[in-house]
């Protein structure tokens, strides 16, 4: 890979953006990169060219990228143009009168700036903005959305990136979307819409932004606890116990949900809440993990040990802006806590929801989810549904009741949050445990079931981070040309390129990724990560469980599942990498 090089090019664009940028912040930073790039310094050459290398551009999960100066970096002067973009694709495109749009934020760095100047810029270009007061949860806007009537919806979060990163999440909804995507993240084509609007927005410091959006904070807050909450069935869970029964550990993971978490638990009658003191309050800098992910390894090392101390029954975790949920158990056969995977969490959350609360409709889960969940709600007499991967296409299906992803998204309430929402899910964690517990089983205890009554579907995945974008073309690539003839020496008996594909012949529209299948039912997605610098292959086998096994025969079972996913992990290193 050649060295970048500070053209005259990059230079002026360099000097035009510090000219333009409204931050004396990263005017700053820009200017002595710029220093320090024409004395010779090629570490500042080098950022420079990659910061100006291209734009941000709404992805997976909107915009999301390291806060720094130029246009592939989050910043108030993209925040800006982005803000004016969006009024002018609701009051421009739309002809929209007055569109109310509502706009939250997480308590990252710069956060509440980008918020609040996107509410100032798009209450000044005509909208009606109600800005949430303070830093809360994620699933508020999504909701406030839905149930404020709203056309539009902002939160400014990077959910669970790294301290160095931030984002912009939209929602569309009343005037501005169909019934499917009303409180849903923007898609085809409004994303092109908004980001054509963007690029015609002139310059950042001629934009107004002198206008006074309203304040929202604690009534939506208390309306958005009562739709919640509702879901719990408090009579029946009083026949077994009530919430009381249930010992949880909460962490919030340096994140906003710590407060609206627990009041949520405690109205609902769960009552016995220990939460994670280190992690517990907004913290931009995410000072105990390595990555603020509850998936990531070591990130909810504090909430077992926690858990082992009060001997909990389960451990809620939230990633910092709560639109994720994570749970681990005492696993009875390991003699230890774990983390449930997020696709175990989603299967056990879909068959709670389709047995106790009698959910009908349609559950839907991403194309890199597990099979399991289908084969549960097919028996139910629900429909199952497959989307593209993240939460934009997940919440469009067709009469969904209930949707996941395994990256621990999940949403338990569509009618009330179109989303992910990870303090909804985190009470029907607390449920499911507390009818476990009162039956004398555990969750995994109700795995096992599921496995017995319809085979082990056990995933895994292996993810290699790059740091330069292009090398995740080049395994794609290498993939598509030569493709494993067999995986843990099962035939590949199918490999589809999801590029190339449509709604007739896979279901799904085009996306990057190509799925392999083979003779024994394995079954692997490789995909470039929508929101991180990974490519990702999620794998996943299907091993049958005789019926009526034992617990010593289920074992057996699973241990065979681990080799079988270790297998297939190092065939696909090998594919990918050519090592």
Request: proline share 5%; aromatic share 4%; with cysteine.
């Amino acid at each position: 890979m050649s060295a970048a090089v500070l053209t005259p090019e990059l230079q002026e664009r360099a000097r035009a953006w510090i000219a333009d940028d409204p931050d004396a912040e990263t005017r700053a930073v820009l200017g002595s990169l710029l220093e320090q790039a024409e004395g010779g310094d090629e570490s500042a050459v080098a950022e420079i060219a990659d910061a100006f290398s291209g734009t941000l551009e709404f992805g997976t999960a909107g915009l999301r990228g390291r806060m720094g100066p130029g246009p592939l970096r989050m910043n108030l002067a993209v925040v800006s143009r982005a803000a004016r973009g969006l009024a002018d694709h609701l009051v421009g495109t739309l002809g929209l009168e007055e569109p109310l749009v509502v706009i939250g934020h997480d308590a990252r760095h710069r956060s509440r700036d980008f918020a609040h100047r996107s509410a100032a810029i798009m209450a000044a270009a005509g909208c009606r903005v109600q800005l949430l007061d303070r830093a809360l949860p994620t699933p508020l806007v999504a909701f406030g959305v839905r149930h404020l009537g709203a056309d539009a919806g902002i939160v400014v979060t990077a959910s669970h990136n790294p301290p160095a990163d931030n984002g912009y999440k939209v929602y569309l909804g009343g005037r501005a979307a169909d019934a499917d995507g009303n409180g849903v993240q923007i898609v085809p084509p409004s994303d092109a819409q908004i980001a054509a609007s963007i690029e015609a927005v002139g310059p950042v410091l001629e934009i107004p932004h002198d206008a006074e959006p309203e304040m929202i904070g604690d009534s939506l807050v208390e309306d958005y606890l009562e739709a919640i909450c509702a879901l719990v069935d408090l009579p029946a869970l009083a026949e077994v116990g009530g919430g009381r029964s249930v010992r949880i550990v909460h962490t919030a993971m340096h994140g906003v949900g710590t407060e609206t978490a627990v009041a949520a638990l405690h109205r609902t009658g769960f009552t016995d809440v220990h939460t994670v003191g280190k992690q517990a309050d907004p913290d931009p800098d995410f000072p105990t993990v390595a990555f603020p992910n509850p998936e990531e390894p070591g990130a909810i090392d504090l909430a077992l040990e926690l858990a082992r101390t009060v001997e909990a029954d389960v451990v809620v975790a939230n990633d910092p802006d709560a639109d994720r949920c994570a749970a681990a158990v005492l696993d009875p056969h390991l003699g230890d806590w774990r983390m449930l995977t997020g696709d175990e969490l989603g299967v056990l959350l879909g068959d709670h929801l389709l047995r106790r609360h009698g959910y009908r409709g349609t559950v839907a889960n991403s194309v890199v989810s597990s099979r399991w969940l289908g084969r549960i709600a097919e028996a139910a007499g629900a429909r199952a549904a497959t989307t593209l991967t993240g939460f934009k296409w997940i919440a469009r299906a067709a009469g969904i009741v209930f949707g996941y992803e395994e990256a621990i998204g999940y949403c338990v309430l569509p009618q009330v949050v179109k989303d992910k929402d990870g303090l909804s899910a985190a009470l029907m964690v607390a449920e499911m445990a507390a009818y476990a517990k009162a039956e004398g089983t555990t969750l995994v205890g109700r795995l096992d079931a599921l496995a017995r009554e319809h085979g082990l579907f056990a995933t895994s995945q292996l993810s290699l981070r790059v740091t330069d974008l292009s090398d995740r073309d080049v395994m794609m690539a290498r993939l598509r040309e030569r493709p494993p003839v067999s995986l843990a020496g099962s035939e590949v008996t199918e490999v589809q390129d999801l590029a190339e594909g449509s709604v007739e012949t896979t279901g799904l529209p085009a996306t990057d990724g190509v799925l392999l299948a083979t003779a024994d039912d394995a079954r692997v997605i490789v995909r470039p990560s929508g929101t991180e610098p990974k490519l990702k292959c999620y794998i996943e086998v299907h091993e049958e469980v005789a019926a009526g096994a034992g617990d010593a025969a289920l074992g057996t079972v699973r241990v065979a599942a681990a080799e079988h996913l270790a297998a297939i992990t190092e065939d696909m290193r090998t594919a990918l990498t050519g090592a």
